[in-house]
């Protein structure tokens, strides 16, 4: 089963201007503009293998820029120079460049511990649909919601 998400964003810092601290900051940084996701749910290991493409302009210059993703595996990347994972975020770095756009896909591997939920029937799952945790099985915006 393959499942296709696509999300578009009006401009982040109209939906995060209330947020304080380092999500603020990075606001102030680039435009989240749009995401294409394909996830595949694998109900025996109750992981999710995905592959995301994200599109955004940058507000500023900058060497990095975060996805919030809870305990992922990145497999491949493309559209970027490098890439790190830690335990609760994705970095995507490069010599990113004021009113310049970038399109970049990850390959992305999620053992979701909450948000998304396989039920006992093989066929059957859901998610909360809170986009605030939506980070647990699917790397975002920390103001995509």
Known sequence: MVIRIYFFWIPVIFLCSNLPGLYAQQTEIVDFQQFDVTIVPHWHSKE???KATYTFRMLKDADSVFL???TMTVSDF???RNLTVSENKIWLKDSFKKNSEYVVTLSYRAKPK????????ENEMWTQGQGKYTSHWLPHSSCSF
């Open 48 to 50: 999710i293998e995905g």
């Open 68 to 70: 919030d993703a809870h």
């Open 78 to 80: 493309e559209g970027i």
């Open 114 to 121: 909450q948000t998304f939920y396989f039920m006992t029937d």
